[in-house]
Structures are given as C-alpha cells and as structure tokens.
C-alpha cells in the first residue's frame, strides 16, 4: 500500500505560478510512477503530467505543456507539479496517484493508489 497525500493548492490570479507537492508513504522502497490528475467542476477528472520512477521519462497532456513540469526526489518519496502562467481553466482539484507499471499511462484505471485532492483556483 502506498498514501499518497498532496499539498501546495490554493487561490491565485492568472499568469501567477504554484507548486505542488505530493509526499507518499508506505510501500516505497519499490518502483513507481507517478502522476498528476485534475477534475474541475462538472467535469471528469483527466490525466495532467507523469514520471517515471528514476525521473527520466515525463509525460504531459497537451494543454499544460511548456507551462507545468513534473518533477520527483525519490530521497524524499516526493513529486512536485510545477505550475506556471496560470489560467482560469487550470481551476480544478489535483490528484496524485501512483503505478507500479514501468511505462507512463494517461488513464485513470492504470493507477492503484490517490491522494485526496488539493484545489486550485485561479481567477481572472
């Protein structure tokens, strides 16, 4: 079992920058990925940025690229969502949620274990 638990949401104006943080515990002396999911309201929920386990390996939905940067410290069982020039449709709940798979996936079902959600608001 891995708890994964996320940090770092808030409110801010567009253009602004955030990061956000998930710290996970348990079972982690084994190798996993590890991604972002966002939901905004009345919306499903839809995959953001993973990384592989050594970190070498990202992987983006195209809205957020060359704006968001995954990133992980494997010293500290810690990813990191790297948020900048903001915009009213990033608004939403971001999850993390961890794989033992190798390769890097943008659904949800390859995904065994979630955080409970921090929320991002930002407005215009």
């Known amino acids: 079992q891995v708890q994964l638990v996320e940090s770092g949401g808030g409110l801010l104006q567009a253009g602004g920058s955030l990061r956000l943080s998930c710290a996970a515990s348990?079972?982690?002396?084994?190798?996993?990925?590890m991604a972002w999911f966002r939901q905004a309201p009345g919306k499903e929920r839809e995959f953001v940025a993973a990384?592989?386990?050594?970190?070498?390996?990202?992987y983006y939905t195209e809205s957020v690229k060359g704006r968001f940067t995954i990133s992980r410290d494997n010293a500290k069982n810690t990813v990191y969502l790297q948020m900048n020039s903001l915009k009213p449709e990033d608004t939403a709940v971001y999850y993390c949620?961890?794989?033992?798979?190798?390769?890097?996936?943008?659904?949800?079902?390859?995904?065994?274990?979630w955080g409970q959600g921090t929320q991002v608001t930002v407005s215009s």
């Open positions: 949620a961890a794989s033992y798979t190798g390769s890097l996936y943008n659904t949800e079902r390859a995904y065994a274990y």
């Open positions: 348990g079972r982690t002396s084994s190798s996993y990925a």
């Open positions: 990384i592989s386990w050594g970190g070498s390996r990202t």
